[in-house]
Nanobody
Framework: QVQLVESGGGSVQIGGSLRLSCAAS????????MGWYRQAPGKEREVVAR???????EYGDSMKGRFTISRDKAKKTVYLQMNRLKPEDTAVYYC??????????????WGQGTLVTVSS
């Protein structure tokens, strides 16, 4: 079994910063891509940022220049640094990972989500 545990969400004022973390644990042989998605009330889940095993990154259009994704492979952890936060960034943020198990199967795993609220 593989788990992703997020932390770092909370409430922040407009223009502030937050750093989310997501740690993978369990029966893991290797981790391929890791990433963050978000879902605001009444909206579909959208890509925030993703990072590949080779550390190439991609971002959603509204996050470019404000958010930075990084990972620590030794700790099996992915981070999301969010700066210059806006009210429209308010959402539940979910960690996602493509994991290879010891029997060499690939699993897509989701975290439980962490709420980020941006307000004045």
């Amino acid at each position: 079994q593989v788990q992703l545990v997020e932390s770092g969400g909370g409430s922040v004022q407009i223009g502030g910063s937050l750093r989310l973390s997501c740690a993978a644990s369990g029966s893991i042989y290797s981790i391929d891509a890791m990433g963050w998605y978000r879902q605001a009330p009444g909206k579909e889940r959208e890509v925030v940022a993703r990072i590949s095993h080779a550390d190439s990154t991609e971002y959603g259009d509204s996050m470019k220049g404000r958010f930075t994704i990084s990972r620590d492979k030794a700790k099996k952890t992915v981070y999301l640094q969010m700066n210059r936060l806006k009210p429209e960034d308010t959402a539940v943020y979910y960690c996602n990972s493509l994991v290879q198990t010891p029997d060499l199967r690939y699993l897509e795993v989701w975290g439980q989500g962490t709420l980020v609220t941006v307000s004045s």
